[in-house]
């Protein structure tokens, strides 16, 4: 490369990647270490889900069924760019990092919403985003952690959002990309990419946290002479999808993390005979190495795009007379998984249906493997219909646990069946590979369907429905959060409602309505003594494609869901 | 060059910021061929970007009537570089009767043939979908990635989905011949980042 070129090069990254604003750096701030992960305070918000296992369950009570009528906003702040803004609020000791779609985070004050700073990622002209959104920040010492959609991990100073490393993870021009929020585990920083619509071979990654070296990478298809390769046939699984573009979860008492996996590529079945190993799975792995421990598989020769990568919850279930180590993870698939996780093994427990599906006949008792119903898996030159649709009894949403009810909260859609027609069509890389006409992919209300959506809380001790709330015209995405207040909060409809339920019975407490609809993930945080809950408010991805491919399907159905960010945040009015 | 860089220029910053020098020197290579990763320019011509025909220059008899579209690349005649270094320069063309074109769109086209970037302006997907529209009996470009559709009968504009403004004509001569370029085009390719 000539000098000039790399002179330019130089003068282009360091013009590019700075942040926009600077309203200040963080004083005091606090640096996050492995206890602090390990044991969050009650008032912080710092993993995806809050706490390593998952559980999406926030310990304060300050804000309850008692008083959350008088639940008002105490300050918005606008993100400035539209598209699915799926990620929470991120809370260290009264800071807030909010992650949006574009590559931006902005650090504000977690009491005030005052701006400290905002970095704003220069994403290249020729990049396509299937997935335009980010799901949050990870924490270490004095630094936070971004993975983007041209498929780089940036690490940021947190106290000033500059750019202390950039890591290029894999070529944005071949599909690849990321959109999840890093899982931070003992100073290394773990990725897992997407892709599944264009011929990836999914993956997931360490990187160390203080300079971006990559420290190793587990590829979610086996490759040839490795253990599960033969699940496949020929080079299918040079591009057989798997990929993985959720944060797992992680249980530190036996140092493993469970990573979910997606789905199979491209989608009929008959294009990839097999099980398909490790595709719509959990993977357990050593944070050290990326050696995987073991697995289970959701379902086999997956055909329906059902990703399964939201990851478990790990609860300890009280079930049979004894105390469970349990996964819980109600699927994309339709069923509610109980797991049991032991050092060399994935157990399977207990499945049922959550929501209605035509495409298993049962659950093999012993194996835990769904049997399939051929009827209704789509393979090439044949329309096939199925239920649930290929967005799934629960999509990439989180469902929620709240260790004061022992109930799991899950936000499901019922009543939507899809299907498409096979064909062959050759993988050009960087363009869309689905096995199919895209806009042929169908999305159908069920006859006679009285809702759609479909809030439910179900006791994973006994598979009994403890309620459920339905939404008659709308869609159910978005992630949902449980507190020790006996609150569940979740958005997720196309009415604009941010909702707080009761977590005992299912009755709607309160509701405000918001700038756009909501598929992000409430929180609970604290500071100075002061509870707050927050979400962002901004719709897209695939909320809206389910969204338009509703539009003449259901009367009286909600047309007009306006898009563009905003963060909200609420407090008892005192 | 912040504002507008190169695809060129971006190459060079990943390497420049470290990443894959390596993996990244054939498509350097490729792109180095002079013009190719520049805008259709007036007098380019039109050629197939795909398909047994790929490479050949395209002319209105090619076309069917009423679509569906073909995909095409422009191509420098005195270079004869075409220019595929950027995915941005990939172009929609589709013949339509010219009684329904709007006045706007006949000024930009060849006989009933009209051209467009071939890139959805929302979040830059490859528009792939010649579809009837969702409001309405007439096939309209759909962009699959999320349902944005354009009527290229009244200057691509939107007419579904979350775009945010039209496609960028891409004007053509009016002539019997080889589908040629007029001007550059008409507004900014390829999505555009919220500042």
């Avoid at chain 1, 559980?55 to 008083?67: C, E, F, K, R, V």
């Amino acid at each position: 490369m000539a000098l000039k070129q790399w002179l330019l090069s130089v003068l282009l990254a360091s013009t590019c990647l700075v942040p926009i604003a600077a309203a200040g750096p963080i004083e005091n701030y606090s640096p996050v270490t492995a206890e602090r992960l390990k044991n969050p305070e009650p008032g912080n918000w710092m993993h995806y889900r809050r706490t390593y296992d998952g559980q999406g369950y926030s310990p304060l009570d300050q804000i309850n069924t008692s008083n959350v009528k008088s639940l008002v906003p105490v300050w918005t702040f606008s993100t400035g760019v539209v598209e699915g803004h799926e990620a929470p609020p991120i809370i260290n000791n009264g800071v807030m990092f909010v992650a949006t779609p574009e590559g931006q985070v902005i650090a504000l004050n977690a009491k005030t919403g005052d701006e400290y700073w905002r970095y704003k990622r220069r994403l290249p002209e020729d990049l396509f985003q299937l997935h335009p959104t980010n799901r949050g920040v990870g924490l270490w010492e004095d630094k936070l952690y971004l993975a983007t959609t041209d498929d780089h991990v940036v690490a940021l100073d947190a106290k000033t959002g500059k750019v202390v490393w950039d890591t290029k993870v894999q070529d944005y021009k071949k599909g690849q990309y990321l959109t999840l929020m890093p899982l931070v585990v003992d100073g290394k920083v773990i990725v897992g990419g997407s892709g599944g619509e264009l011929g990836v071979r999914g993956y997931v990654v360490a990187y160390d946290a203080n300079t971006g070296k990559e420290l190793w990478r587990t590829f979610t298809i086996p490759g040839t002479g490795e253990t599960g390769n033969d699940t496949w046939k020929g080079d299918d699984w040079k591009t057989g999808g798997g990929s993985a573009w959720m944060t797992g979860n992680y249980d530190p008492d036996t140092k493993t993390i469970y990573w979910g996996t997606g789905n199979a590529a491209p989608w009929p079945g008959d294009t990839h005979p097999g099980d398909n190993l490790y595709t719509s799975s959990v993977l357990a792995l050593d944070p050290d190495s990326g050696k995987m421990k073991t697995y289970f598989q959701y379902h086999q020769n997956d055909s329906w795009d059902w990703d399964e990568v939201d990851a478990p919850m790990l609860v300890d279930l009280q079930r049979d007379g004894r105390t469970i180590k349990s996964l819980i993870h109600p699927g994309r698939n339709a069923i509610f998984w109980v797991l049991e996780r032991k050092p060399d093994s994935i157990k399977y427990v207990a499945g049922w249906p959550f929501v209605h599906t035509d495409v298993w006949k049962g659950i093999e008792p012993e194996s835990g493997k769904p049997i399939v119903d051929p009827a209704h898996k789509p393979i090439i030159g044949k329309r096939v219909e199925f239920c649930p649709s290929l967005w799934g009894g629960k999509d990439w949403p989180s469902a929620a646990y709240s260790q004061k009810t022992g109930l799991v909260y899950i936000p499901a859609n019922e009543n939507f069946c899809g299907g498409f027609t096979g064909e062959k069509v050759p993988l050009v890389a960087g363009q869309l590979w689905l096995g199919t006409k895209p806009e042929d992919i169908g999305l159908t209300p069920r006859p006679g369907a009285t809702h759609f959506g479909e809030l439910q809380a179900w006791d994973p001790a006994t598979g009994k429905k403890a309620w459920s709330h339905n939404f008659p015209k709308s869609q159910l995405f978005g992630s949902v959060t449980a507190t020790a207040g006996d609150l569940i909060f979740v958005g997720g409809t196309n009415d604009r409602m941010f909702r707080a339920f009761h977590a005992k019975t299912g009755e709607l407490l309160w509701e405000q309505k918001t700038n756009s609809g909501i598929v992000g993930m409430p929180i609970a945080y604290e500071v100075d003594g002061t509870q707050y809950i927050a979400v962002q408010s901004g719709w897209g991805v695939d909320a809206q494609r389910i969204q338009d491919a509703l539009v003449g399907k259901v009367p009286g159905l909600e047309n007009n869901v306006p898009q563009g960010g905003v963060v909200w945040v609420f407090a008892v009015k005192k | 060059m912040c504002q507008d860089p190169t695809r060129r220029a971006l190459i060079l910053t990943a390497l420049a910021t470290g990443a894959c020098i390596a993996s990244s020197r054939s498509s350097l290579a490729e792109e180095d061929l002079p013009g190719s990763s520049e805008r259709p320019q007036k007098a380019d011509v039109l050629v197939f970007a795909e398909g047994d025909r790929a490479g050949e220059v395209i002319k209105p008899q090619d076309l069917q009537a009423g679509g569906p579209p073909v995909r095409a690349w422009p191509k420098d005649p005195k270079t004869s570089v075409v220019r595929k270094g950027s995915r941005l320069n990939e172009v929609l063309v589709v013949k339509l009767d010219p009684a329904e074109l709007d006045e706007e769109t006949r000024s930009r086209a060849a006989g009933g043939v009209v051209a467009y970037s071939a890139i959805c302006v929302h979040t830059g997907c490859p528009i792939t979908a010649w579809v009837k529209a969702a409001g309405g009996d007439k096939d309209v470009f759909k962009c699959v990635c999320h349902n944005s559709e354009y009527d290229p009968r009244r200057s691509a504009e939107v007419i579904f989905g979350p775009a945010p403004r039209r496609l960028p004509a891409l004007p053509l001569a009016p002539d019997d011949g080889p589908l040629t370029v007029a001007a550059t085009f008409v507004g900014k390719v390829g999505a555009q980042q919220a500042r």
